[in-house]
């Protein structure tokens, strides 16, 4: 029987291990496939308090993984397939073996909305990218489409600038929901074409060449127009992981875990933080902060099942 197992290797999951490790809990952390969750897409993280000069993703992630081993959590690059919510012994099959636990802590994340249209998938990594900041440096003096009409969109649309010699933004509708701030930075960019009220229908390019076009339809005319970009970044949102969770624990209608205030699921010893619950803020810093709560309830919970 473990005290506590996290599942997650992100900013949350870390932090939670951290926690729990210096309670003297030995947490275990499941990370999947995927290390460092999303920060280990991003290349520069300046808004980490404690590291003024800034610090890449993936560094940011070593580091706290190696803090939370430090004081005594197992890391396992195991991926959870099938869990069984048992309260005071919560099951949990990965691809590689077996768990019981008395708590549990969710921090999965979020993955990037992909569009689902043709060409995105054979061009993915070679053309289609979630990441502007990982993938924009490839782009100097190409032409690159920016997908979605968020504050995601404008602001990888603004940054993308840094390199490509032209942004389309297109935009399903002919009103963006991003902020005032972010819209006036794109809008005021000479580089940044707007191409409103259009969907993407299709990411056009050979093995060769890559990526040579992106086909995009006037939803109010049904005109089709193909714009000949060298890539294409996609900033539509994200989609929690709550797959393994569905029909086992509260999710809202979008699919993100349903906690209180103290990070607490509906289900007793099941804890869960960082985006995997949090649709609003999305950062690094409260991801860690909602991980580290998360743990001290646990420790709190473990120590009232204990008596
Ligand atoms: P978001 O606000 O949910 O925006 C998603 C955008 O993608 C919307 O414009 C939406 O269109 C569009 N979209 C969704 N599904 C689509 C599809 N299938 N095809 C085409 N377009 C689609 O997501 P986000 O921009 O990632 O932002 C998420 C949160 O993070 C927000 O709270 C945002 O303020 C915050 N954020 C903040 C910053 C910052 O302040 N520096 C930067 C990035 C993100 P509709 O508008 O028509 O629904």
New binding site residues.
Partial sequence: MENVIVIGGGPSGYTAALYAARANLAPIVLTGRVLGGQLSLTSEIENFPGFPGGLGGPDLMERMRQQAEHFGAVVKYEEVMDIDFQPGAHHLVTDQGEYTTKAVIISTGSSS?L??VPGEEPFFGRGVSTCATCDGAFYANQKVVV?????????EGTFLTRFASHVWI????D?????KI?QDRALNNPKVELVWNS??QEVVGDKQAGVTGVRVENVVTNEETVLDADGLFI????IPNTKLFEGKIELDEQGYILTDRRQHTNVPGVFAGGDVQD????QAITAAGTGCAAAMEAEKYIAELEG
């Fill in positions: 909305r569009l689902d997908v979605g009409g968020g504050d995601s969109a404008l602001e297109v935009h399903r509708r009103e963006l929901r991003a902020s972010m969907k993407v900033a539509i949102g994200h649709h609003v803020f999305r």
